[in-house]
C-alpha cells in the first residue's frame, strides 16, 4: 500500500507524491498555476480589464438619459414610455444574456464570450448612427448593443469572485467605478461632439473609443483556473434555496427602480427650463456621485457583508425618490441627484458578489449568477417604461406631471428593501455577526 499526499512545487503547481515501492514518485496531476488570492499583478490586471469592461456596459446604461432626451426630441410624436423600450431592452439584455455567458465562461470560453461581445456592442453603437425610425433604434441600441452589454457585464462580474475573497467587495467596488467614469466622461463628450459634428457622428466617435477600451479588456483579461468545468445552464432545484430566490427577486424589484433617474432626468430638466447643455451637466454630476459611493459601500460590505449594505441603501433610495416629486431648480435638481447617485453607489457592484456569499458550493456559482441575472432582467425591462406609462403628459404642472414617474421607482426599491431583510432573516436569523 501507497501512501500519498498532494503538494505544491516551487512554481505553484498541484503534484501527488507517492511514497511507497524502491522509489519515489512524482506525478503533476495538475497543470494549472494556483492563483493568488486577493492580490498579484494578474489579479490586478483583472481588475483593470472588467473595469474597462463595466466602462462600456453599465456606463452605457448611466448615460442613457442622452439618448433618450434626443430621441424625444427627434420622434415627438412618440411617448416617453415608448422611447424607454429602447433603454430598457437593453438593459434587460444586459442582465439576461448573463445566463448563457455564465454558461459559455463556466467552460473556459472567455476568449469567444469578449470577442461577441465587444461584436455585438460596437457594431450595435454604430448602426445606431444610422438609424432613422424608432424600430431601427430598437434592434440596433435596443436588442444588438444590449446583447454585447450583456455578454461583458457579466463577464465583468463573474470573474471578480474567483481572484478575491477577503477583498471581492473593495475589488467590484473599483471595478464598478467605470460606469461612473463613463457616466461623467460619455454625456459631456457626446454634448461637445453634438454641437461639432452632430449626432451621427458623435455616435461614431463613441464607438470607436469604446472598441479602444474593450479591445484592451480583451488582451488583459484571462480565464480562471477553475474554468472548463461542466455546470448547468439552469438548475430549477437552486430556486428551493429560500434566502437566495427571495435576494434575486429583490434585485429585480431594485433594477426596476433605480434606473429611472438615469433615463429621465435630463427630459425632466428640460421640462423644469433648464438649458440644455446644462442638462448634460446634470447627467455628468450624477455618475460623478456614484463614483464616490463606490468605496465605502463595498468596504463596508467586506466587514458587515453585502446585504447589511444593500438594505439601508435600498431604503434611502426610495425615500430620496419620493421627495423627488418636490425639486423644481436647478440646484436642487443637482442636490437630490447627486444625492440619489451617491446613496445607490453600492447597488450595482454589490447584488452579484452577494450572491457569491449566498453560494455555499462555489461550483454553482456561475449557474446561480446567471439564474439570478435572468430574474433581474424581468424588473430592467418593466421598471422604466412603467415609469414612463405613470408619468401624466396631460398634467400642466411639471411636478404633477413627473411625480407618478418617481412614485414607481421609489415604491420598487420599497419591496426590494423589505425583500432583502426576509432572505438575511432566514438565512442568518438577526445574528449580525454572520457576513452574507
Excluded at 359 to 364: A, G, L, M
Amino acid at each position: 500500500m501507497q501512501d500519498s499526499e498532494k503538494k505544491e512545487n516551487a512554481l505553484g503547481y498541484s503534484i501527488d507524491v507517492s511514497v511507497g515501492g524502491s522509489q519515489d514518485s512524482i506525478q503533476t496531476v495538475q497543470k494549472e498555476p494556483i492563483v493568488r488570492q486577493d492580490g498579484g499583478t494578474r489579479a490586478w490586471l483583472q481588475v483593470m480589464g472588467c473595469w474597462l469592461l463595466f466602462m462600456n456596459t453599465w456606463g452605457l446604461t448611466n448615460s442613457f438619459s442622452i439618448f433618450e432626451t434626443y430621441y424625444n426630441q427627434k420622434f415627438q410624436h412618440i411617448s416617453h414610455s415608448n422611447i424607454s423600450w429602447i433603454g430598457s431592452m437593453q438593459l434587460f439584455l444586459t442582465l439576461f444574456v448573463g445566463v448563457f455567458a455564465g454558461w459559455l465562461l463556466d467552460r473556459g470560453h472567455l476568449r469567444i464570450v469578449l470577442v461577441t461581445g465587444i461584436a455585438f456592442e460596437v457594431v450595435g453603437i454604430a448602426m445606431t448612427s444610422l438609424c432613422t425610425t424608432y424600430w431601427h433604434l430598437l434592434l440596433a441600441q435596443g436588442v444588438c448593443v444590449g446583447i454585447g452589454s450583456g455578454t461583458l457585464a457579466f463577464t465583468s462580474a463573474a470573474i471578480i469572485p474567483f481572484y478575491f475573497a477577503k477583498r471581492r467587495m473593495l475589488a467590484a467596488g473599483i471595478v464598478s467605478t467605470g460606469s461612473s467614469v463613463a457616466g461623467v466622461v460619455y454625456p459631456l463628450m457626446m454634448r461637445e461632439l453634438f454641437d461639432k459634428v452632430g449626432f451621427a457622428w458623435a455616435v461614431r466617435v463613441l464607438a470607436l473609443v469604446m472598441l479602444g477600451g474593450l479591445s484592451m479588456s480583451l488582451v488583459i483579461l484571462r480565464p480562471h483556473s477553475s474554468a472548463r468545468k461542466e455546470r448547468a445552464l439552469l438548475r430549477s432545484d437552486l430556486l428551493r434555496d429560500a434566502p437566495y430566490t427571495i435576494f434575486i427577486v429583490s434585485y429585480a424589484f431594485m433594477v426596476a427602480g433605480v434606473y429611472v433617474p438615469y433615463f429621465f432626468i435630463q427630459s425632466y430638466a428640460l421640462d423644469l427650463s433648464i438649458d440644455e447643455s446644462m442638462t448634460f451637466n446634470v447627467v455628468a454630476i450624477m455618475n460623478a456621485a456614484t463614483f464616490f459611493g463606490r468605496f465605502p459601500y463595498n468596504y463596508l460590505a467586506d466587514i458587515y457583508g453585502g446585504i447589511a449594505v444593500l438594505v439601508p441603501c435600498c431604503f434611502a433610495t426610495s425615500i430620496i425618490l419620493f421627495f423627488w416629486r418636490f425639486v423644481h431648480t436647478l440646484g436642487g435638481l443637482i442636490a437630490i441627484s447627486a444625492t440619489f447617485c451617491f446613496v445607490t453607489g453600492g447597488l450595482v457592484s454589490l447584488p452579484a458578489v452577494t450572491i457569491a456569499n449566498l453560494t455555499e458550493d462555489k461550483s454553482e456559482y456561475g449557474t446561480r449568477m446567471g439564474m439570478g441575472y435572468t430574474i433581474a432582467a424581468i424588473g430592467a425591462l418593466l421598471g422604466n417604461p412603467i415609469a414612463g406609462l405613470a408619468r401624466d403628459s396631460d398634467s400642466i404642472d411639471v411636478l404633477e406631471r413627473w411625480q407618478g414617474a418617481w412614485f414607481v421607482a421609489g415604491g420598487a426599491l420599497l419591496v426590494a428593501t423589505a425583500l432583502m431583510i426576509w432572505a438575511r432573516v432566514l438565512r442568518a436569523g438577526v445574528n449580525m455577526s454572520v457576513k452574507i
